[in-house]
Structure formats: C-alpha cells, structure tokens
C-alpha cells in the first residue's frame, strides 16, 4: 500500500469522529510528513508533542509551559476543546502508567464531537483498553521503489550542484542497487548513499556493497535472523547442473522485473533441496544468495524458541516480518526436518505444530520479495504439507556427485588451497571416490595436507589416496537409506544433477 493510501485512510478516519490514531511506522520522518500533509488536506492546526520539547504549534519554537510531562500535555488537549490534530511522538512508551493513560482517554473523548484527533506514532504500542473502541490503527508502508529512486536522484541532483561526480552505472545496476535498498527506511538509504557517492566522487556498481553491509546490521540489530555471508558462487559448485539453469532463468527477473511483471510472472517463491548430506545443498543457497547479488538470511528455528509463552512464535513472526522488509532477499533454512518434524509437537504442548502451521501459511501468502531456499536429508520426516506445489517453486533431489562432478570437485578444492590439479592423477583419485559425497571429497583433501604438512612434503596422489582409503562414505554407512530416498524422489522430484 502506498503512502498516499495510508494518507487517504487517516482522512476518512478523522472525518468518521475516531480520536485516537495509531501510525505504526519506525520512520518518524516519514510519518511527520504524512501527518503534516493530514493536517493541510483537513484544514485543521496542527500540533506536536515529544518528551524533549513538550507541546508547541507546528513551526513553532516555543512550547507550552510545562508540557514536557505527557501527562501535563494531554490535560492540556482536553482542557483546550480545539479542533486541530495533536502528533505524540515516543507516547508509546508511556502508556504503562496508568496515569497517562486515563489523561489518554479524556484528552481524546472531545473529538467524537469536534473535528481532529490524536495521532500517535511508533511501533508495537500497546494502547489500553478503556479507548480501543474510539481508536484505528494504520501501517505505514515500506519505502516502494519509486521512493527510492526518487531519493537516489534528488542525493544525485544536489551533491551535482557542490561537486564534481561521475556515475557509473548500468540500467541493471541501477535496478539492484534499488532492490537492495528495500528494506531500509529512507533516511538510512539517504545517509548511506549519499556517502558511497561523497566518498569517492562516484556512484558505481561497488557502492551496491554499502547497501548489503547496512542491511547486515539491520539483521543483527533485530537478533531472530543470521546474516550469512555469500562467499561462494556457481563456479564453487562442481554439479548441479540442473539446478544451476533452473536458477539461472529466474535470474533474469531481477535484472528487468518490469518486463517480467508485464509477461506475468513474479518474484519467485524458493526451492526445497532434498537429498544425500554433504552433497551441496546448503552451498546451493550461499551460490543463489552470491549469484543474484542478493543478502543471505539465514533462520534458525530452535534459536527462535523461548521458554516464555507466546515468545517464540512471536520471534517466528518477528523473523518473518524482518525477511520480508529486507526483500528483495535469499531466506536459508537448513535441516527443515528437524525444526518442523510432525512428531515434534506432543512434549512442547504443540508449540511446534503452532509455529510450522504459521510457516506454512507464510509460505503461501508472504509478502515481500523472499526467495527460501530450504534444505532437507530425511524426506519421512516432513510433514506432507511441505510438499505440496504452492509451498515452493520446485522440489530438486540432490544424489551424489558422478565421475565427472568429482573430477571438477578436486579441481575446485586443490586449487582454493593452491594446489595445482595438473599435479595429480585425478582419473584414479575419481575412482578411488566412488561413493563419496562432495563433503567427503573436500574432508579427504585437507585431512591429506595436514597429512603432508606434518611430514614436511608436498601433497601427492599417494597421499590422497591413502586418506581415502581410511574414509567411510556416506553411501556405504547409510546406503540403504540413501537408496529408499531415491526411489522416493524418482518420481516426486526434479533432478538438481
């Protein structure tokens, strides 16, 4: 919903006599306008209120003897019988005396009959019951592009008239730079813009960076979800080939969503990577996050449980909510079978069955630009309801690498510890893996170096060779499990290979 409809309500609930108005929004400067633009449209006064300065006249410099007091300042509203809007920013907080709240409660009872209201803003207020039935609550939207891309050329615009500055930029990197400004309120995007841009005298591709590291702090601010750094690509990963091209079309919507939205299609919803561990999936979600130039979140459900009743499904509502603020965003959730396995529910009073019945829900209806990628090992865990097309976009099995996924898995391994493929036979070393996992290659890779590390030699076939032989795959400690599982997916799932 746009700002200009969140103005448009607070007009009708004005003129339908409501008091008390709740603007819920963390932008106080955004709501400052929108409430001065309420107060223009209706004619009416306007009047602000904060703990610093007490109540004054918009414009205004001198405050009200002895309005500091919140208290103070609604006995003056009522007292007065004025029709105008009063602004309370930070009354929040204060709600919890009792007090301040029965002075709430008069102050607002002269607008059922007299034009204007009291406008509250924040977030999470909790107003008390004795005036929940002469008050309304409106959301204020997050930033929509378009507020975005006027801002960034208004920053252009002005820094233009006092220096010298070159702009590098493609239309896509334009595009991106707007998407991963989704999510920051616009005086966080103003100040971090303006410095990428003052900095260096150049607005570039590599400021984008300054908006994803701002989006981290966010993240960490919050605490219900982990930013996770995007260091690996595609090019990390050796197989996966279905997989890749999969993504790679969807990749396209990001660099021209508007041409996508008029061929109809939409930001797309995730994928579900079920499969061998230790075979890539959670890499696959590093690489998507990397690829797309998208932030990584990463959730973990049992750090979101709490022992206080109706915390952690508060903080799943939180975590939630967060991703979709950051939107455009990549959301990780790794082992899905073990935070929302239906026999967990019984010993914890059926707070797991609560909280996956509302992920689920999510799944369905979110809002916001959330691509989750969600891995799992053990399909017989997962509630059915996972699997159910709507949930995700695709269901890929992910299987152990072949011969010649395990050749370019050596490759990639040695040389990020550099070490020169050409040096080993890598033909034997692939048949000496038969069976394992791309985990398993990589394990055999480092344990060798310490191997010859300690023994003051260069790493050698012979060495790998010798580590391999001590290691039990995966494939032969679990095998028949790993072969229910695909007969399972053989014909319930795409092939990630």
Request: net charge negative.
């Amino acid at each position: 919903m746009p700002a200009t409809d969140s103005l448009k309500d607070l007009q009708v609930l004005v003129k339908s006599r409501y008091s008390i108005l709740v603007l819920d929004t963390l932008e106080e400067d955004r709501a400052e306008g929108i409430v001065r633009q309420l107060a223009a449209s209706l004619g009416l006064p306007l009047f602000v209120w904060s703990r610093t300065k007490g109540l004054r006249r918009d414009g205004g410099d001198a405050a009200i003897y002895g309005t500091t007091d919140a208290g103070a300042a609604l006995a003056h509203v009522e007292a007065s019988r004025l029709p105008a809007l009063y602004h309370f920013e930070g009354l929040g907080d204060l709600l919890e005396d009792k007090v301040v709240s029965a002075r709430l409660k008069d102050a607002a009872q002269p607008f059922g009959t007299i034009t204007g209201a009291l406008i509250l803003t924040g977030t999470a207020i909790a107003l008390p019951e004795s005036v929940k039935s002469i008050s309304a609550t409106v959301r204020l939207p997050s930033p929509a592009l378009a507020d975005y891309r006027e801002l960034l050329q208004r920053i252009l615009r002005d820094l233009a008239s006092r220096m010298p500055i070159q702009v590098r930029m493609q239309s896509e990197d334009f595009v991106r730079l707007l998407n991963n400004l989704k999510g920051l309120t616009l005086a966080e995007a103003e100040r971090i813009l303006t410095r990428a841009v003052v900095e260096d005298g150049k607005l570039t591709p590599e400021d984008i960076a300054a908006v994803v590291a701002a989006k981290k702090a966010v993240v960490e601010r919050e605490g219900v979800l982990e930013y996770t750094p995007a260091e690996e690509g595609m090019a990390d990963i050796a197989d996966l080939g279905g997989l890749k091209h999969w993504l790679a079309e969807r990749r396209i919507l990001l660099t021209d969503p508007a041409r996508g939205a008029q061929f109809g299609l939409e930001f797309p919803k995730g994928v579900l990577l079920l499969g061998v561990p230790g075979c890539g999936k959670s890499l696959a979600a590093k690489a998507v996050a990397k690829e797309w130039g998208l932030p990584l979140l990463k959730l973990d459900p049992a750090a979101l449980y709490d022992k206080y009743v109706g915390e952690s499904e508060r903080n799943f509502r939180k975590a939630m909510a967060l991703a979709e603020k950051l939107s455009p965003t990549v959301l990780w959730i790794d082992e899905l079978e073990k935070a929302f396995s239906p026999s967990g529910g019984e010993e914890d009073g059926g707070l797991s069955r609560r909280i996956f019945g509302t992920f689920l829900s999510w799944l369905q209806d979110r809002k916001g630009d959330v691509f989750v990628v969600a891995t799992a090992n053990d399909v017989s865990r997962l509630p059915p309801e996972f699997l159910r097309k709507g949930r995700f976009d695709e269901i890929f099995f992910v299987d152990l690498p072949n011969a010649e996924a395990r050749s370019a898995l050596f490759a990639i391994h040695l040389r990020k510890r550099g070490q020169d493929p050409a040096r080993f036979d890598l033909p034997r070393l692939v048949e000496a893996t038969e069976g394992f996992g791309g985990s398993e290659v990589e394990q055999a890779i480092v344990a060798a170096l310490y191997t010859a590390f300690s023994a003051r030699t260069p790493l050698g076939t012979e060495t790998l060779l010798e580590e391999i032989s001590r290691t039990r795959p995966i494939s032969r400690t679990l095998g028949e499990k790993i072969e229910e599982l695909r007969s399972w997916a053989k014909d319930r799932t795409r092939s990630a290979q």
